[in-house]
């Protein structure tokens, strides 16, 4: 009776992320980007929410990995705590974005090998200053992946993600970081910044990346 719950249980989450990863790799495919509305289940939602406002400690963000890190207030003043599944939602949340993974390799031949990802926390004021998550030929994040969880945000909140095209000719994507929204582009395509906020401001940043392991370096996970 378990396994037959459990085998019930994943075909009905698979039936439910279908037509929202079939939308998210569509958008991929035709414009580099992709805007998705409520595409996690509410108590998930909440409880990721719950998590990233009780944590009790956030590292100040910064630029670059290993010997590259750096601090720089001028370009970033978020803070950040990393995500490793080890409780029920954020293994949750590991799960979904997984099945995501595998659906776009599936459907685009990404090759996406893992992924990675951490709550952020923005105090009021706080902003990202217009940046890329990679550089062509260089990095190995190939998507980048936004979760938004604030409730009630409104237009004199601010916080706004802004996406600049590849196109000078086409418009700005502008992102209210309103619950549930979710915001996936290419990595090296799009620079895009976070505008100021007056309040908290709760999201979770990921990526999904290739594997540029070799013979001499093990690629960290993050």
Do not use: C
């Not at 958008?27 to 990721?48: C, M, N, T």
């Not at 990675?116 to 190939?142: L, Q, T």
């Not at 604030?150 to 004199?156: A, I, K, R, V, Y």
């Not at 070799?214 to 690629?219: E, F, I, K, M, S």
């Amino acid at each position: 009776m378990a396994l037959q719950a459990d085998l019930y249980h994943l075909d009905t989450v698979a039936a439910e992320t279908t037509p929202v990863f079939s939308a998210i790799a569509d958008d991929l495919h035709s414009k580099g980007f992709s805007i998705q509305h409520g595409v996690l289940p509410p108590h998930l939602l909440d409880a990721l929410a719950s998590q990233a406002q009780q944590l009790h400690h956030y590292d100040p963000a910064g630029i670059g990995r290993e010997q590259q890190f750096q601090q720089n207030q001028f370009v970033r003043t978020d803070e950040i705590s990393w995500i490793d599944g080890t409780l029920p939602e954020t293994a949750e949340w590991l799960s979904w974005a997984n099945s995501l993974k595998s659906f776009l390799n599936r459907e685009l031949f990404l090759g996406l090998f893992s992924f990675e990802s951490h709550f952020a926390h923005y105090p009021p004021g706080s902003f990202y200053k217009k940046h890329y998550d990679a550089f062509r030929g260089e990095a190995n994040r190939v998507l980048s992946v936004v979760l938004y969880l604030n409730s009630s945000w409104g237009p004199d909140d601010g916080g706004e993600l802004v996406i600049y095209p590849q196109n000078n000719d086409d418009e700005t994507v502008v992102v209210t970081p309103l619950m549930g929204t979710i915001a996936i582009f290419l990595s090296e395509e799009f620079p895009h910044e976070v505008l100021p906020a007056t309040r908290d401001r709760f999201s979770i940043a990921g990526w999904f990346r290739v594997n540029n392991s070799t013979a001499q370096r093990v690629d960290p996970p993050r």
